[in-house]
Protein backbone atom coordinates (compact mmCIF):
# COMPACT_ATOMS: atom_id res chain seq x y z
CA UNK A 1 0.00 0.00 0.00
CA UNK A 2 2.69 2.43 1.12
CA UNK A 3 6.37 1.89 -1.00
CA UNK A 4 9.73 3.10 -0.39
CA UNK A 5 9.26 6.12 -1.73
CA UNK A 6 6.26 6.61 1.57
CA UNK A 7 9.39 5.73 3.69
CA UNK A 8 11.85 7.63 2.19
CA UNK A 9 10.29 11.12 2.16
CA UNK A 10 9.09 10.63 6.03
CA UNK A 11 12.66 9.77 6.87
CA UNK A 12 13.21 12.78 4.81
CA UNK A 13 10.87 15.04 7.11
CA UNK A 14 12.12 14.07 9.95
CA UNK A 15 15.67 14.99 9.00
CA UNK A 16 13.75 18.38 8.69
CA UNK A 17 12.87 18.80 11.72
CA UNK A 18 16.25 18.58 13.09
CA UNK A 19 16.88 21.51 10.37
CA UNK A 20 14.53 23.20 12.03
CA UNK A 21 15.81 22.95 15.32
CA UNK A 22 19.30 24.09 14.05
CA UNK A 23 17.49 27.29 12.57
CA UNK A 24 15.87 27.49 16.01
CA UNK A 25 19.61 27.60 17.10
CA UNK A 26 20.75 30.13 15.04
CA UNK A 27 17.68 32.28 15.61
CA UNK A 28 17.73 31.86 19.60
CA UNK A 29 21.09 31.68 20.72
CA UNK A 30 20.14 28.07 22.32
CA UNK A 31 17.87 24.78 21.99
CA UNK A 32 17.02 25.51 25.04
CA UNK A 33 13.40 26.91 24.12
CA UNK A 34 10.26 25.39 23.64
CA UNK A 35 10.37 25.17 19.94
CA UNK A 36 14.32 24.15 19.49
CA UNK A 37 12.79 20.72 22.42
CA UNK A 38 10.13 20.45 19.91
CA UNK A 39 11.93 20.03 17.43
CA UNK A 40 14.60 17.85 18.62
CA UNK A 41 12.22 15.71 20.42
CA UNK A 42 10.50 15.07 17.50
CA UNK A 43 13.27 14.26 14.99
CA UNK A 44 14.15 11.40 17.43
CA UNK A 45 10.65 10.21 17.68
CA UNK A 46 10.06 9.84 14.43
CA UNK A 47 13.66 9.13 13.24
CA UNK A 48 14.41 6.13 14.90
CA UNK A 49 11.16 3.99 14.57
CA UNK A 50 11.31 4.94 10.93
CA UNK A 51 15.15 3.94 10.32
CA UNK A 52 14.56 0.57 12.71
CA UNK A 53 11.64 -0.61 11.21
CA UNK A 54 12.23 0.32 7.73
CA UNK A 55 10.46 -2.28 6.49
CA UNK A 56 7.25 -1.43 7.98
CA UNK A 57 5.51 0.83 5.41
CA UNK A 58 3.80 4.05 6.66
CA UNK A 59 2.16 7.11 5.13
CA UNK A 60 4.02 9.82 4.90
CA UNK A 61 1.90 12.36 4.93
CA UNK A 62 1.69 12.10 8.38
CA UNK A 63 5.17 12.50 9.02
CA UNK A 64 4.75 15.76 6.95
CA UNK A 65 1.90 16.42 9.19
CA UNK A 66 4.15 16.33 12.29
CA UNK A 67 6.81 18.23 10.55
CA UNK A 68 3.85 21.05 9.70
CA UNK A 69 3.14 20.66 13.53
CA UNK A 70 6.62 21.38 14.69
CA UNK A 71 7.03 24.52 11.94
CA UNK A 72 4.00 26.35 13.50
CA UNK A 73 4.97 25.79 16.77
CA UNK A 74 8.54 26.81 15.89
CA UNK A 75 6.61 30.05 14.54
CA UNK A 76 5.25 31.24 17.83
CA UNK A 77 8.99 31.89 19.42
CA UNK A 78 9.24 34.62 16.85
CA UNK A 79 7.58 37.93 18.60
CA UNK A 80 10.08 37.20 21.48
CA UNK A 81 13.74 38.81 21.98
CA UNK A 82 15.78 35.69 22.61
CA UNK A 83 19.15 37.46 22.55
CA UNK A 84 17.89 39.92 25.11
CA UNK A 85 16.34 37.46 27.52
CA UNK A 86 19.96 35.44 27.42
CA UNK A 87 21.46 38.79 28.29
CA UNK A 88 19.54 39.58 31.08
CA UNK A 89 19.61 36.08 32.18
CA UNK A 90 23.59 36.09 32.50
CA UNK A 91 22.69 38.27 36.00
CA UNK A 92 20.90 34.74 37.07
CA UNK A 93 23.00 32.97 40.26
CA UNK A 94 22.69 29.13 40.57
CA UNK A 95 23.50 29.20 44.22
CA UNK A 96 21.49 31.75 44.73
CA UNK A 97 18.55 30.07 43.05
CA UNK A 98 18.49 27.62 46.42
CA UNK A 99 17.92 24.66 44.52
CA UNK A 100 20.77 23.27 46.69
CA UNK A 101 19.03 24.14 49.87
CA UNK A 102 19.19 21.46 53.07
CA UNK A 103 15.53 22.37 52.66
CA UNK A 104 15.06 20.58 49.23
CA UNK A 105 17.44 18.00 49.66
CA UNK A 106 15.31 17.20 53.08
CA UNK A 107 11.96 16.88 51.06
CA UNK A 108 13.80 15.06 48.43
CA UNK A 109 14.48 12.21 50.81
CA UNK A 110 10.97 12.26 52.24
CA UNK A 111 9.92 12.32 49.25
CA UNK A 112 11.88 9.19 48.20
CA UNK A 113 10.75 7.64 51.43
CA UNK A 114 6.94 8.32 51.03
CA UNK A 115 6.58 7.35 47.64
CA UNK A 116 8.51 4.00 47.87
CA UNK A 117 6.56 3.50 51.26
CA UNK A 118 2.90 4.19 49.68
CA UNK A 119 3.97 2.18 46.33
CA UNK A 120 4.34 -0.84 48.34
CA UNK A 121 1.12 -0.52 50.58
CA UNK A 122 -1.27 0.13 47.30
CA UNK A 123 0.23 -3.34 46.20
CA UNK A 124 -0.65 -4.34 49.65
CA UNK A 125 -4.02 -2.81 49.68
CA UNK A 126 -4.79 -4.64 46.22
CA UNK A 127 -4.01 -7.97 48.00
CA UNK A 128 -0.20 -8.54 47.07
CA UNK A 129 1.93 -9.31 49.58
CA UNK A 130 5.61 -8.19 50.93
CA UNK A 131 6.64 -12.14 49.95
CA UNK A 132 5.85 -12.16 46.78
CA UNK A 133 7.71 -8.38 45.99
CA UNK A 134 10.49 -10.18 47.58
CA UNK A 135 10.61 -13.97 46.55
CA UNK A 136 8.73 -13.67 42.84
CA UNK A 137 9.55 -9.91 42.26
CA UNK A 138 8.94 -9.97 38.19
CA UNK A 139 6.16 -12.53 38.26
CA UNK A 140 4.43 -10.91 40.59
CA UNK A 141 4.80 -7.46 38.69
CA UNK A 142 3.61 -8.80 35.33
CA UNK A 143 0.57 -9.85 37.65
CA UNK A 144 -0.02 -6.89 39.02
CA UNK A 145 -0.16 -5.32 35.50
CA UNK A 146 -2.78 -7.65 34.10
CA UNK A 147 -4.89 -6.66 37.08
CA UNK A 148 -4.30 -2.59 35.99
CA UNK A 149 -4.69 -3.68 32.79
CA UNK A 150 -8.79 -4.26 34.15
CA UNK A 151 -9.01 -1.54 36.17
CA UNK A 152 -9.50 -3.35 38.84
CA UNK A 153 -7.14 -2.14 41.21
CA UNK A 154 -7.94 0.39 44.55
CA UNK A 155 -5.77 3.29 44.59
CA UNK A 156 -7.68 6.42 46.94
CA UNK A 157 -5.83 9.02 48.61
CA UNK A 158 -2.83 6.58 49.10
CA UNK A 159 -2.26 6.43 45.53
CA UNK A 160 -2.90 9.77 44.37
CA UNK A 161 0.27 10.79 47.09
CA UNK A 162 2.08 7.86 46.08
CA UNK A 163 1.88 9.44 42.57
CA UNK A 164 2.58 13.02 43.55
CA UNK A 165 6.10 12.33 45.93
CA UNK A 166 6.93 10.01 42.82
CA UNK A 167 6.51 12.57 40.43
CA UNK A 168 8.06 15.08 42.85
CA UNK A 169 11.38 13.35 43.25
CA UNK A 170 12.81 14.11 39.81
CA UNK A 171 11.92 17.56 40.07
CA UNK A 172 14.21 18.30 42.57
CA UNK A 173 16.73 15.56 41.77
CA UNK A 174 17.07 17.34 38.39
CA UNK A 175 17.02 20.98 40.08
CA UNK A 176 20.04 19.92 42.25
CA UNK A 177 21.46 18.27 39.56
CA UNK A 178 24.40 21.23 38.82
CA UNK A 179 24.59 21.34 42.63
CA UNK A 180 27.84 20.92 44.65
CA UNK A 181 27.85 17.40 45.80
CA UNK A 182 25.54 15.99 43.36
CA UNK A 183 26.93 12.51 43.01
CA UNK A 184 23.66 10.49 44.15
CA UNK A 185 20.75 12.84 43.85
CA UNK A 186 19.96 11.72 40.32
CA UNK A 187 19.80 7.78 41.71
CA UNK A 188 17.58 9.02 44.38
CA UNK A 189 15.16 10.99 42.57
CA UNK A 190 14.31 8.36 40.07
CA UNK A 191 14.34 4.95 42.50
CA UNK A 192 10.68 5.74 43.31
CA UNK A 193 9.83 5.40 39.67
CA UNK A 194 12.31 2.78 39.20
CA UNK A 195 10.61 0.81 41.44
CA UNK A 196 7.06 1.27 40.70
CA UNK A 197 8.79 0.23 37.08
CA UNK A 198 10.04 -3.31 38.48
CA UNK A 199 7.38 -4.43 40.97
CA UNK A 200 4.53 -2.87 38.98
CA UNK A 201 5.63 -3.48 35.27
CA UNK A 202 4.76 0.27 34.83
CA UNK A 203 6.93 1.90 32.32
CA UNK A 204 4.96 5.27 31.95
CA UNK A 205 5.67 6.24 35.17
CA UNK A 206 9.35 5.58 34.86
CA UNK A 207 8.71 7.80 31.67
CA UNK A 208 7.57 10.61 33.32
CA UNK A 209 9.02 10.74 36.04
CA UNK A 210 12.29 10.87 33.48
CA UNK A 211 10.56 14.05 31.63
CA UNK A 212 10.17 15.63 35.28
CA UNK A 213 13.60 15.26 35.74
CA UNK A 214 14.95 16.48 32.22
CA UNK A 215 12.73 19.40 32.80
CA UNK A 216 14.22 20.44 36.52
CA UNK A 217 17.57 19.70 34.68
CA UNK A 218 17.09 21.95 31.70
CA UNK A 219 15.83 24.85 34.55
CA UNK A 220 19.07 24.08 36.60
CA UNK A 221 21.49 24.70 33.46
CA UNK A 222 19.41 28.21 32.15
CA UNK A 223 20.23 29.32 35.95
CA UNK A 224 23.55 28.28 36.16
CA UNK A 225 24.29 30.36 32.31
CA UNK A 226 24.86 26.60 30.63
CA UNK A 227 22.80 27.47 27.10
CA UNK A 228 23.86 24.12 25.66
CA UNK A 229 22.33 20.55 25.52
CA UNK A 230 25.50 18.48 26.92
CA UNK A 231 29.13 18.57 27.91
CA UNK A 232 31.33 15.96 26.35
CA UNK A 233 32.34 15.51 30.23
CA UNK A 234 29.13 14.57 30.71
CA UNK A 235 28.78 11.62 28.16
CA UNK A 236 30.28 8.92 30.25
CA UNK A 237 27.68 9.37 33.19
CA UNK A 238 25.00 9.47 31.28
CA UNK A 239 26.56 6.09 29.48
CA UNK A 240 26.52 4.12 32.86
CA UNK A 241 22.97 5.25 33.89
CA UNK A 242 21.43 4.62 30.24
CA UNK A 243 22.61 1.45 30.53
CA UNK A 244 21.56 0.43 33.87
CA UNK A 245 17.96 1.90 33.35
CA UNK A 246 18.28 0.30 30.18
CA UNK A 247 18.78 -3.24 32.16
CA UNK A 248 15.91 -2.07 34.33
CA UNK A 249 13.29 -1.97 31.71
CA UNK A 250 14.21 -4.92 30.44
CA UNK A 251 13.48 -6.63 33.41
CA UNK A 252 10.08 -4.12 33.27
CA UNK A 253 9.38 -6.06 29.86
CA UNK A 254 10.42 -9.69 30.87
CA UNK A 255 8.23 -9.38 33.67
CA UNK A 256 5.12 -8.89 31.08
CA UNK A 257 6.35 -11.93 29.21
CA UNK A 258 4.55 -14.80 31.53
CA UNK A 259 6.35 -17.92 31.95
CA UNK A 260 8.99 -19.10 29.50
CA UNK A 261 11.63 -21.90 28.57
CA UNK A 262 15.11 -20.11 29.56
CA UNK A 263 16.25 -23.19 27.12
CA UNK A 264 14.66 -21.40 24.31
CA UNK A 265 16.25 -18.67 23.88
CA UNK A 266 14.00 -17.51 20.68
CA UNK A 267 11.12 -18.05 23.06
CA UNK A 268 12.12 -15.07 24.99
CA UNK A 269 13.57 -12.89 22.57
CA UNK A 270 10.97 -12.94 19.98
CA UNK A 271 7.94 -11.34 22.46
CA UNK A 272 10.48 -9.28 24.36
CA UNK A 273 11.64 -7.79 21.29
CA UNK A 274 7.87 -7.43 20.06
CA UNK A 275 6.90 -6.00 23.34
CA UNK A 276 10.22 -3.19 22.99
CA UNK A 277 9.35 -2.33 19.48
CA UNK A 278 5.12 -2.02 20.73
CA UNK A 279 5.94 0.25 23.59
CA UNK A 280 8.60 2.43 21.88
CA UNK A 281 8.79 2.65 18.54
CA UNK A 282 5.12 1.81 17.28
CA UNK A 283 3.47 4.65 18.01
CA UNK A 284 4.29 7.03 15.00
CA UNK A 285 3.16 3.96 12.85
CA UNK A 286 -0.22 3.65 14.93
CA UNK A 287 -0.61 7.48 14.51
CA UNK A 288 -0.25 7.03 10.81
CA UNK A 289 -2.54 4.38 10.53
CA UNK A 290 -4.93 6.97 12.38
CA UNK A 291 -4.11 10.21 10.22
CA UNK A 292 -4.62 8.29 6.87
CA UNK A 293 -8.29 7.19 7.99
CA UNK A 294 -8.46 10.62 9.10
CA UNK A 295 -7.69 11.95 5.40
CA UNK A 296 -9.72 9.51 3.98
CA UNK A 297 -6.71 7.22 2.89
CA UNK A 298 -6.64 2.96 3.31
CA UNK A 299 -6.37 2.20 6.77
CA UNK A 300 -5.47 -0.83 8.78
CA UNK A 301 -8.30 0.13 11.34
CA UNK A 302 -11.41 1.51 11.14
CA UNK A 303 -11.39 4.51 13.90
CA UNK A 304 -14.39 6.33 15.62
CA UNK A 305 -15.53 9.34 14.68
CA UNK A 306 -15.47 11.33 17.50
CA UNK A 307 -13.85 14.80 15.80
CA UNK A 308 -14.16 18.06 17.26
CA UNK A 309 -14.64 17.66 20.83
CA UNK A 310 -13.03 20.74 21.52
CA UNK A 311 -10.28 19.56 23.99
CA UNK A 312 -11.92 16.64 25.68
CA UNK A 313 -9.00 14.25 24.97
CA UNK A 314 -6.60 16.68 25.22
CA UNK A 315 -7.37 18.34 28.61
CA UNK A 316 -9.60 15.22 29.67
CA UNK A 317 -8.58 15.91 33.04
CA UNK A 318 -10.00 19.37 33.43
CA UNK A 319 -13.06 18.19 31.35
CA UNK A 320 -13.19 15.59 33.84
CA UNK A 321 -12.85 18.24 36.81
CA UNK A 322 -16.07 20.37 35.43
CA UNK A 323 -17.88 16.92 35.32
CA UNK A 324 -18.61 17.22 31.43
CA UNK A 325 -15.74 14.57 30.89
CA UNK A 326 -15.82 11.67 28.14
CA UNK A 327 -16.14 7.98 29.41
CA UNK A 328 -12.38 6.40 28.02
CA UNK A 329 -11.53 3.32 28.46
CA UNK A 330 -8.19 2.47 30.38
CA UNK A 331 -6.06 2.57 27.39
CA UNK A 332 -7.80 5.70 26.34
CA UNK A 333 -8.15 4.54 22.62
CA UNK A 334 -10.28 1.05 22.09
CA UNK A 335 -8.37 0.57 18.93
CA UNK A 336 -4.61 -0.16 18.04
CA UNK A 337 -2.03 0.22 15.85
CA UNK A 338 -0.18 -3.07 14.47
CA UNK A 339 1.85 -4.64 11.77
CA UNK A 340 1.64 -8.56 11.08
CA UNK A 341 3.80 -9.76 13.79
CA UNK A 342 6.38 -6.62 14.37
CA UNK A 343 4.42 -4.33 16.93
CA UNK A 344 0.55 -3.74 18.56
CA UNK A 345 0.15 -0.25 20.23
CA UNK A 346 -3.17 1.34 21.45
CA UNK A 347 -0.77 5.00 21.65
CA UNK A 348 -1.46 7.01 19.09
CA UNK A 349 1.00 9.96 20.25
CA UNK A 350 -0.71 13.17 21.22
CA UNK A 351 -1.93 14.09 17.66
CA UNK A 352 -4.57 12.00 17.57
CA UNK A 353 -6.60 13.35 20.61
CA UNK A 354 -5.20 17.38 18.95
CA UNK A 355 -6.50 16.11 15.64
CA UNK A 356 -9.76 14.94 17.56
CA UNK A 357 -10.24 18.18 19.24
CA UNK A 358 -9.56 20.42 16.84
CA UNK A 359 -9.06 18.72 13.68
CA UNK A 360 -6.34 18.29 11.22
CA UNK A 361 -5.87 22.44 10.51
CA UNK A 362 -6.80 23.45 14.11
CA UNK A 363 -4.98 21.24 15.65
CA UNK A 364 -2.03 23.13 14.34
CA UNK A 365 -3.68 26.50 15.34
CA UNK A 366 -3.74 25.62 19.07
CA UNK A 367 -0.37 24.39 18.87
CA UNK A 368 0.69 27.70 17.68
CA UNK A 369 -1.35 29.29 20.66
CA UNK A 370 0.07 26.74 23.06
CA UNK A 371 3.54 27.64 21.57
CA UNK A 372 3.41 31.75 22.30
CA UNK A 373 2.38 30.66 25.93
CA UNK A 374 5.09 28.35 26.29
CA UNK A 375 7.73 30.81 24.90
CA UNK A 376 6.07 33.86 26.67
CA UNK A 377 6.29 31.37 30.08
CA UNK A 378 9.98 30.81 29.11
CA UNK A 379 11.50 33.95 28.47
CA UNK A 380 9.84 34.92 31.57
CA UNK A 381 11.76 32.39 33.12
CA UNK A 382 14.77 33.87 31.29
CA UNK A 383 14.30 37.34 32.64
CA UNK A 384 13.12 37.15 35.99
CA UNK A 385 14.85 35.21 38.79
CA UNK A 386 12.14 34.34 41.45
CA UNK A 387 9.20 33.49 39.43
CA UNK A 388 8.76 30.78 41.14
CA UNK A 389 4.75 29.72 39.90
CA UNK A 390 6.69 30.48 36.48
CA UNK A 391 9.01 27.76 37.11
CA UNK A 392 6.53 25.40 37.82
CA UNK A 393 4.80 26.19 34.69
CA UNK A 394 7.80 25.85 32.35
CA UNK A 395 7.97 21.88 33.92
CA UNK A 396 4.53 21.54 32.88
CA UNK A 397 5.19 22.80 29.91
CA UNK A 398 8.28 20.79 29.09
CA UNK A 399 6.60 17.35 30.57
CA UNK A 400 4.00 18.54 27.93
CA UNK A 401 6.22 18.73 25.16
CA UNK A 402 8.77 15.57 26.07
CA UNK A 403 5.52 13.43 26.87
CA UNK A 404 3.63 13.96 23.70
CA UNK A 405 4.63 10.83 21.81
CA UNK A 406 2.79 8.59 24.44
CA UNK A 407 -0.02 11.03 25.18
CA UNK A 408 -1.22 14.66 26.59
CA UNK A 409 -0.09 14.82 30.17
CA UNK A 410 -3.29 17.31 30.50
CA UNK A 411 -5.43 14.09 30.71
CA UNK A 412 -4.14 13.56 34.27
CA UNK A 413 -4.71 15.11 37.31
CA UNK A 414 -1.15 14.13 39.00
CA UNK A 415 -0.01 17.16 36.72
CA UNK A 416 -1.72 20.51 38.28
CA UNK A 417 -1.27 18.96 41.76
CA UNK A 418 2.44 18.36 41.06
CA UNK A 419 2.79 21.98 39.93
CA UNK A 420 0.78 23.29 42.42
CA UNK A 421 3.28 21.60 45.18
CA UNK A 422 6.26 22.61 43.42
CA UNK A 423 5.29 26.51 43.37
CA UNK A 424 4.64 25.74 47.14
CA UNK A 425 8.02 24.25 47.97
CA UNK A 426 10.30 26.98 45.78
CA UNK A 427 8.32 29.75 47.36
CA UNK A 428 8.77 28.49 50.88
CA UNK A 429 12.67 27.37 50.18
CA UNK A 430 12.93 31.25 48.63
CA UNK A 431 12.10 32.56 52.19
CA UNK A 432 14.01 30.13 54.20
CA UNK A 433 16.73 30.99 51.76
CA UNK A 434 16.70 34.51 51.97
CA UNK A 435 16.50 34.35 56.04
CA UNK A 436 19.48 31.71 56.11
CA UNK A 437 21.82 34.50 53.76
CA UNK A 438 20.41 37.38 55.79
CA UNK A 439 21.62 35.51 59.14
CA UNK A 440 24.82 34.41 57.88
CA UNK A 441 25.82 38.00 56.77
CA UNK A 442 24.59 39.19 60.21
CA UNK A 443 27.42 37.00 61.32
CA UNK A 444 29.82 37.41 59.26
CA UNK A 445 29.85 41.22 60.14
CA UNK A 446 28.76 40.63 63.83
CA UNK A 447 32.02 38.34 64.26
CA UNK A 448 34.61 40.74 63.13
CA UNK A 449 33.57 43.87 65.09
CA UNK A 450 33.63 41.35 67.84
CA UNK A 451 37.16 40.30 67.46
CA UNK A 452 38.00 44.44 66.43
CA UNK A 453 36.36 45.12 69.95
CA UNK A 454 38.65 42.68 71.88
Same mark, same amino acid.
Given at each position: MYGIEDKLFAIFCSLLMLLLAGGIRMFAGTFLIPAGIFALAWFSFTFFPLVVLFSVPINSLAILYIFAAVFVFSLSALPFNWHGGLRQNLIKSLPDAGFDSPFLKIVLY???????????????? =??????????? &??????? #???? !???????????????? &??? #????????? !????? !????????? &??????????????????????? *?????????????????????ELPRIILWAAIL?????????? !???????? =?????????? *??? @?? @?????? #???????????? @???????????????????????????????????? *?????? #?? =????? =??????????????????LLFLFVFGVFSHAVTYRVFTRMRAWFTLATFIIVLVFILMGYIFSVFVARYVFLNAAVIWLLLSVNARLYRTHKQQANIRQNVIPQQMASS
Open positions: ISAIASASLSVITMLI =NGFSIEQLIFD &MIRTSGQ #YAAV !RGTEGLEYGIIGILSV &MFT #YLCPVLGGL !RSLAP !RKKWFFAVS &MAPSLLTMVTQSSKLVFLVSLCF *YLSGFLIAKIYAKQMGLLKVSFLMTIISFVS !RLGEYDPD =NLAALTDPLF *YSI @YS @YTLGQI #YAFADFFSYTIG @YPSASAFKDEFYSYGAYTFASIFNMLGIGKEFPSTM *YEESGW #YL =NVFET =NIFTFFRGLIYDFGVLGS
